[in-house]
């Protein structure tokens, strides 16, 4: 099949096959890389019924673009293949969530949940304005390219087929049993309700590192979706759990009834436990760098709401508003900028006085490790024998060409950059060769070219 044509479109080499059809690379007429998916013919009675299925996928997804959403270009009949095939644009490095949760021990830790979890919370709200459901989320279908972004793939795929073609239940076509909502499988009204609950689930399975139901029959884990409750995580904060069994509730009435409340509702155990202020912050950098500004004011307005005189979100959301505003004065839109690596050096070394060495590469929380938080990612907790330093000490992050940190509103202890005490809330720069002392802890801080 190598170097086949299906449309306008070149093949240059099968990737995958799924539930739905097989996935190949290919290559558009100006030679551009697509993800291209050719769906099993013995999928479809109604061809027609489909193809404008497909169509009405497109369009809505044009309307209501997200940048968490991987958008469907092309979607197509090819009469020498007698194969209907949809066109996505080409992930580089693409990996799993499924995939990285075996990369990394078997399952995720909470900070990383709760970032996919809430990132997928928004791609949903776009997506059920464009088309009213995903229909078939699983963790194969969440997936981080090669620079770490994160997208949502097939939106609205799977859900047509099932509404337009006769004969075909939800699971048969979803590929698993792990995720499946009650009303799927009781052939029940589904919409939003129904992706939250396999959302959860699947949060569920990366903080557990298994499903809510290990059954091995199918029939048997269909069963359980409809009449068992998951066993409870012992290393998660009660409140999140509540958040995930109200989003798993066997009653879709008892389940968070739009992306909205959804979305406030997990902002507000973020708020309650102190982590949502400098998860907000990065996401709204992320954003911004992306040209996502509606985003990235959204996640600012957040922290506002919370700290009305937050320095850096005041100034990140000034300089949207001012670009905004140029972009309305000229009537020429200002050029989305292109991510790029962050510039040299992106790796951060921190030295105690024995030598011990912790590095850190593009941003992350210095801390100390809690079972009832999450790991951050410079655990000062072997050397920090008075327990000086909080949970959450403080943020370090590089842009521009340097280092800065901001030690967080709620540390209580004094934070030290060459001698001189550090104002809580806001950011400072990190140079190299300066000396941090966090708690009663001394680090000296080197900038690296690559982390060993």
């Not at 409870?232 to 008892?254: N, T």
């Not at 949207?320 to 839109?333: A, D, L, M, N």
């Amino acid at each position: 099949m190598s170097r086949r044509r299906i449309g306008l479109y070149r093949i240059d080499q099968e990737i995958r096959r799924g539930a739905i059809g097989t996935m190949y690379q290919a290559r558009d007429e100006k030679g551009d890389l697509r993800a291209l998916k050719i769906l099993h013919p013995f999928l479809i009675q109604d061809r027609v019924r489909l193809e404008q299925a497909l169509k009405g996928l497109i369009q809505g997804l044009r309307e209501h673009p997200s940048p968490y959403v991987v958008p469907i270009i092309d979607a197509n009949y090819d009469q020498d293949w007698d194969g209907l095939y949809v066109v996505y644009p080409w992930i580089e490095r693409a990996i799993s969530l499924d995939a990285l949760m075996q990369r990394e021990g078997g399952r995720l830790s909470l900070d990383q949940v709760v970032r996919y979890l809430w990132r997928t919370l928004l791609a949903l709200r776009a997506i059920q304005l464009a088309i009213g459901m995903h229909g078939a989320l699983k963790l194969s279908n969440l997936i981080l390219d090669g620079r770490g972004r994160f997208y949502v793939t097939d939106p609205g795929l799977a859900a047509a087929i099932y509404s337009t073609q006769s004969g075909w239940a939800p699971w048969e076509l979803i590929g698993t049993s792990d995720y499946l909502a009650p009303e799927l499988i009781q052939n029940r009204a589904a919409g939003f309700i129904t992706d939250l609950y396999a959302l959860a689930a699947m949060a569920y399975h990366l903080l557990a590192g298994r499903p809510p139901f290990i059954y091995e029959d199918p029939v048997r884990r269909r069963q359980a979706h409809c009449e068992e409750n998951p066993t409870p995580l012992s290393d998660v904060p009660e409140a999140f759990q509540r958040w995930l069994y109200q989003a798993m509730a066997k009653d879709p009435h008892q389940r968070f009834q739009a992306p909205e409340s959804a979305i406030e509702a997990l902002g507000n155990i973020l708020l309650e436990r102190g982590w949502a202020i400098s998860f907000w912050l990065s996401e709204a950098y992320e954003l911004h760098a992306l040209g996502e500004s509606g985003l990235a004011m959204e996640h600012l307005e957040r922290i506002l709401r919370v700290q009305p005189e937050h320095p850096e979100a005041q100034m990140l959301l000034e300089r949207i508003r001012r670009s905004q505003s140029s972009e309305k004065e000229t009537g020429e839109p200002v050029p989305k900028p292109v991510p790029e690596p962050p510039p040299s050096p992106p790796a951060l070394m921190l030295r105690d006085r024995s030598g011990q060495i912790f590095r850190l590469r593009g941003e992350g929380v210095i801390g100390r490790r809690s079972a009832s938080s999450p790991s951050p990612d410079v655990d000062l907790s072997s050397i920090d024998h008075g327990r000086y330093i909080s949970r959450r000490h403080a943020r370090v992050w590089f842009q521009d060409g340097t280092w800065w940190i901001e030690v967080f509103s709620e540390t209580t202890n004094q934070t030290l950059l060459n001698g001189q005490p550090l104002d809580r809330g806001c950011p400072h720069p990190l140079p190299d060769r300066s000396r941090l002392r966090v708690g009663d802890v001394e680090l000296e801080v080197r900038w690296i070219t690559e982390l060993e």
